[in-house]
């Protein structure tokens, strides 16, 4: 779905909301570019949504903090794909 990205839309609403997860752009960024993991969110006003599961230089493992039922489920494909 993302591979081959040159680029991002970093518009205010874009920025906004991954800061709300404690994110910078250029992390997303970084994430995209190393191996990773990609499964569907729920569309949100009719447009369709992604999470992103991987690691910035920084660390991060996903754009938002994983809860509980999101690690237990993604945590075993997270650590074959990294």
Same mark, same amino acid.
């Given at each position: 779905?993302?591979?081959? =990205?040159?680029?991002?839309?970093?518009? =205010?609403?874009n920025v906004?909301? =991954?800061?709300?997860?404690? =994110?910078h752009p250029v992390e997303v960024e970084e994430a995209v570019e190393q191996a990773h993991l990609i499964?569907?969110? +729920?569309d949100m006003r009719g447009e369709k949504r992604w +999470?992103?599961?991987?690691?910035?230089?920084?660390g991060p493992v996903t754009a938002h903090t994983m809860n509980?039922?999101?690690?237990?489920?993604?945590?075993?494909?997270i650590d074959k794909t990294l």
């Open positions: 779905m993302l591979d081959g =990205v040159t680029g991002f839309d970093w518009d =205010v609403h906004g909301h =991954v800061a709300r997860h404690g =994110v499964i569907p969110a +729920k +999470k992103l599961f991987g690691r910035s230089a920084a509980e039922r999101e690690r237990r489920i993604y945590a075993p494909e």
